[in-house]
């Protein structure tokens, strides 16, 4: 079956540095790349995602890269805030349904 | 969280004692996933359900635990009987047929003493 790796499990960084978190996945029948977010006490929400068919995606401060063939791909945090310390999950997926996670990255943005 | 409701948010119990941890997703959604989370094994799928009929329960842990969908707007996860291990917190998810993203809840933290 799939399994998710994700390195870092714990990254510091200062506010308005940059963060990248790694994701390597074993199944190459996956085609579907969500990143969630995980604030104390609360659910994981998602903050972007990433389809086989697409090597990069942008969302303002926020981006992701999937390289197929070497089977992983990055989330990439700009200009970082202390509002963005959480924890972080790769996840993947064979058409959305049984989504395998990695152990997640807990993020801490120094002012 | 907004469009999933779980409850009871927090639970407290005894070993042997029956759990029911309950899920209530908004409408238009026609997948809804049952998900435990601990510090030592991360996030686990545990079941999931297309059209209120279970699809995949291959990651439920033991016989201990059931789930049933007798709605689209009402899911039970149920542990009879619980014992300390089974102590996490618990999310229900939902999703769309064709669409990948889940939307989860806001969890139920269950302690079992």
């Known amino acids: 079956g799939e399994n998710v790796e994700q390195h870092p499990s714990t990254l510091s960084v200062q506010e308005g540095d940059s963060a990248v978190i790694k994701c390597t996945y074993s199944?190459?029948?996956?085609?579907?790349f969500p990143w969630y977010k995980q604030e104390l006490g609360k659910g994981p929400q998602l903050i972007i995602d990433?389809?086989?068919?697409?090597g990069e995606k942008k969302d303002q401060r926020i981006a992701v890269t999937l390289n197929k063939t070497a089977k992983h791909f990055s989330l990439h945090i700009t200009e970082t805030q202390p509002e963005d310390s959480a924890v972080y999950f790769c996840?993947?997926?064979?058409?959305?349904?049984?989504?395998?996670f990695g152990a997640g990255t807990r993020l801490f943005v120094k002012a | 969280d907004a469009g999933v409701i779980q409850s009871p948010r927090h639970e407290v119990t005894e070993m042997g004692q029956e759990v029911t941890l309950r899920c209530k997703p908004i409408?238009?959604?026609?997948?809804l996933f049952w998900y435990r989370q601990t510090m030592m094994r991360g996030l686990e799928l545990l079941i999931y359900f297309n059209n209120n009929v279970p699809i995949d329960d291959s990651g439920m842990p033991e016989d201990r635990f059931s789930a049933k969908m007798p709605n689209a707007s009402f899911s039970t996860l149920k542990i009879q009987p619980s014992e300390p291990r089974d102590s996490a917190v618990y999310f229900c998810a939902i999703g769309t047929s064709g669409y990948n993203e889940q939307f989860f809840g806001p969890g139920t933290r269950l302690t079992v003493l």
């Open positions: 409408s238009g959604h026609n997948s």
């Open positions: 199944d190459s029948a996956s085609n579907y």
């Open positions: 990433i389809r086989s068919n697409v």
């Open positions: 996840a993947a997926s064979v058409g959305g349904f049984k989504t395998i």
